[in-house]
């Protein structure tokens, strides 16, 4: 998070970039938390496609030379830069070029485990890619957390095989709420 110091070993950040367009000229792209970092392109989308390109290349480059690579600055802090005057901003997203993997031990249902499967091998994908991916869109909000899929009630990922879970108390596949958790029946007549 900004203000946290500079980054070094794994990450993954998303930088504002400044989009610019003059007369007769192609649209330019700058990064205010890496000075001396632009791109260019005929068209919004190469300018974009480029500028990933570009910043990418120049955390490779700053890497390479022991540099720290600076954290995100918040949008309300740059707002204000005259840079920033008539510029289109919009994020770049980064990660380490050399990440470190490390792996993970987890608990998952054997019915949900087979469909996780079945989804990661149809996209020709392994499954700590999947999972890895998946968690990842969550966590920056390209993913509504609980989101409920077209035609699957119950979590994101559906109900097959396990219950859901909610704050106090406890559903069924069918989604019948049961009592609160804690919460002891009372018998009839008492």
Not at 13 to 33: M, N, Q
Not at 95 to 107: A, I, L
Request: glycine residues 10%; proline residues 6%; hydrophobic residues 35%.
């Amino acid at each position: 998070m900004a203000g946290e110091g500079p980054r070094r070993g794994v990450w993954m950040a998303t930088y504002i970039a400044w989009l610019h367009k003059e007369e007769r000229s192609e649209y330019g792209v700058s990064f205010p938390d890496f000075p001396g970092c632009v791109a260019a392109g005929s068209t919004l989308e190469e300018a974009r496609k480029l500028a990933a390109e570009a910043l990418e290349f120049h955390i490779q480059g700053m890497i390479e030379d022991g540099e720290a690579v600076p954290e995100p600055s918040l949008l309300d802090a740059v707002a204000e830069r005259p840079e920033a005057k008539d510029a289109i901003v919009f994020l770049v997203s980064v990660s380490d070029p050399e990440p470190t993997y490390v792996r993970v031990n987890v608990t998952v249902p054997g019915v949900a485990l087979r469909e996780i499967d079945r989804f990661a091998e149809d996209r020709g994908i392994s499954r700590s890619q999947l999972f890895t991916e998946s968690a990842l869109a969550v966590a920056q909000g390209r993913v509504a957390r609980g989101r409920h899929l077209p035609g699957r009630e119950g979590s994101l990922h559906g109900n097959r095989g396990w219950p859901l879970k909610e704050k106090g108390s406890t559903a069924t596949r069918t989604g019948k709420q049961l009592a609160p958790r804690g919460h002891k029946k009372r018998k009839k007549g008492k």
